[in-house]
C-alpha cells in the first residue's frame, strides 16, 4: 500500500514540474528565471584629507612704555626673523598691565633644504681641572679658547669660577648639529647664557660683543640682556634660533680623554709633559684641547682632552679617531734597550701615518718591555703587528 502511493506521488510531481521533465533552453527562459550575477564596480580613490597647517606664537619678555615703541620693536623682530628663514604670518602690539609688548605668529617647520635657520648647538666645555693659582686657570684658559678656534669651532665667550678655594675654567663654543636627515625640521628658538661678571652694568656692556660673535658664527641672534647668575654675579642672555627635529641632538664633534702611562715624581714634571704633548695631538689627527695633571699613586701623570668628530652610519656612530695600544711582544734586559727599541718602532709608526701619542717601558731587570699609544683614524688599517693588549 505505502509503496503504491510513493510511486503515484513521484509520478504526479514529475508531470507537474516540466522543469524536471525536460532541458534548460535559454529562449524559452523568462528574464525572471535567471539567477542575478554580481558586477565588480570600478574603483574609486580614497578621499584625500589635506594635511593641516600648524601656526605657533612667539612672545617676547620684553616690555615697551609706549604703543608705538612696541610696535617698532615687532616690526624689527619680525624682519630678524624673515632673515633668519623663519616664515613669518605677522604680529600683534598687546598690552603688558601697564607696559605693551608684542607676539608674532609664525610657521614652526621649514622645508628639507632650507638653508637657514642653521642647525648648531652650544656646549660648555670644562676639563676639571682645579688650579691654585688663578693666573694659571687664566692661562689655561686662553690656551684652550685658542685650541678650540684652531679646530675651526667659533669660541662664543670664556670665564673663571670658583672651584673649592681654588679656580677652574669653561669654555661655550659652538658644534654643528648634524641632523638626520628629514622632509621638512622645526623652528626652535634656543637662548645661551654666556660669560661672569661682577655688575649687571658689565654684562650690559658685553649683549653687543656676545650677539655680534653668534652672528659672524652664522647663528641668527634677536636680542641680547644681562642676567643674575645662581652665583650672585651676571651674565649675558642671547636669544637665537635653530632648526632642529624629532630625532635628537647629533654634535658634529665630541671630547674624549686620554691617560697618559707615564709617571712623574712631582706635578710639576708631569704638568710640563703635559704642555709638550698637545701638538703631537693635533699633529695626528686629534685636535688638543686642555690636558691636567693627576696624581698617581704616590706620583703623578696627565691627561689630555681632544677632539673626536662623529660619523653617523645606519645602526651608530664611528668615531673619527681613536686611539690604540701596541704591545710590543719583545722581552730586553735593560730598560736602555727596550727605550731604544721603542724609539724607533715609535719612529715607525709615525712614518706610517700612526701618530703616537704617549709610549712607556715597563718591567723589571730581565724583562723590560714597552707600549705605544697612537691614533688611528676611521678607515685606516690597524698596525700590522701583535694585536693590541
Same mark, same amino acid.
Given at each position: 500500500m505505502f509503496k503504491a502511493l510513493t510511486l503515484a506521488g513521484f509520478s504526479l510531481l514529475a508531470f507537474s514540474c516540466p522543469s524536471f521533465s525536460q532541458a534548460f533552453s535559454l529562449d524559452a527562459a523568462r528574464l525572471g528565471d535567471l539567477p542575478p550575477v554580481k558586477t565588480a564596480e570600478p574603483s574609486r580613490p580614497a578621499p584625500v584629507v589635506p594635511p593641516g597647517v600648524t601656526i605657533a606664537s612667539y612672545a617676547t619678555d620684553e616690555e615697551f612704555t609706549f604703543e608705538n615703541e612696541a610696535a617698532a620693536g615687532l616690526a624689527a623682530r619680525l624682519n630678524a626673523l624673515k632673515a633668519a628663514g623663519v616664515t613669518t604670518l605677522g604680529g600683534r602690539v598687546v598690552e603688558l598691565g601697564n607696559d605693551y609688548s608684542f607676539v608674532i605668529d609664525y610657521l614652526p617647520t621649514v622645508k628639507n633644504g632650507a638653508a637657514l635657520p642653521p642647525a648648531v648647538i652650544v656646549e660648555t666645555y670644562k676639563n676639571g681641572a682645579s688650579y691654585w693659582r688663578e693666573t694659571e686657570a687664566a692661562e689655561a684658559m686662553k690656551a684652550c679658547a685658542a685650541n678650540f678656534r684652531a679646530a675651526k669651532l667659533p669660541v662664543l665667550g670664556s670665564y673663571l669660577y670658583e672651584a673649592g678655594n681654588d679656580s677652574a675654567f669653561a669654555v661655550d663654543y659652538l658644534v654643528k648639529n648634524l641632523l638626520r636627515p628629514t622632509q621638512e625640521y622645526d623652528v626652535k628658538f634656543e637662548k645661551f647664557t654666556?660669560?661672569?661678571?661682577?655688575?649687571e652694568s658689565e654684562a650690559e656692556k658685553n649683549v653687543p660683543a656676545y650677539v655680534a660673535l653668534l652672528k659672524a658664527a652664522g647663528v641668527p641672534a634677536l636680542r641680547g640682556k644681562a642676567v643674575s647668575r645662581p652665583d650672585g654675579d651676571y651674565a649675558v642672555?642671547?636669544? /637665537?634660533v635653530i632648526k632642529t627635529n624629532k630625532y635628537g641632538a647629533r654634535p658634529q664633534y665630541?671630547?674624549?680623554?686620554?691617560d697618559s702611562r707615564e709617571t712623574f715624581t712631582f706635578d710639576s714634571e708631569a704638568l710640563k709633559a703635559s704642555k709638550a704633548a698637545l701638538p703631537a695631538f693635533s699633529k695626528a689627527g686629534a685636535p688638543a684641547l686642555s690636558a691636567v695633571v693627576r696624581p698617581e699613586g704616590r706620583d703623578y701623570s696627565y691627561s689630555v682632552d681632544y677632539l673626536v668628530g662623529n660619523i653617523y652610519q645606519q645602526g651608530g656612530v664611528v668615531p673619527s679617531v681613536a686611539i690604540e695600544t701596541y704591545q710590543a711582544p719583545e722581552t730586553y734586559t735593560f730598560d736602555s734597550e727596550a727605550k731604544k727599541a721603542l724609539d724607533e718602532k715609535a719612529a715607525a709608526f709615525n712614518a706610517a701615518g700612526l701618530g703616537v701619542v704617549g709610549t712607556a717601558v715597563t718591567g723589571e731587570l730581565?724583562? /723590560?718591555t714597552y707600549a705605544i699609544d697612537y691614533v688611528a683614524k676611521a678607515g685606516q688599517p690597524a698596525y700590522p703587528g701583535p694585536l693590541p693588549r
Open positions: 654666556g660669560g661672569k661678571f661682577t655688575f642672555e642671547v636669544e /637665537f665630541s671630547v674624549a680623554r686620554y730581565g724583562s /723590560f
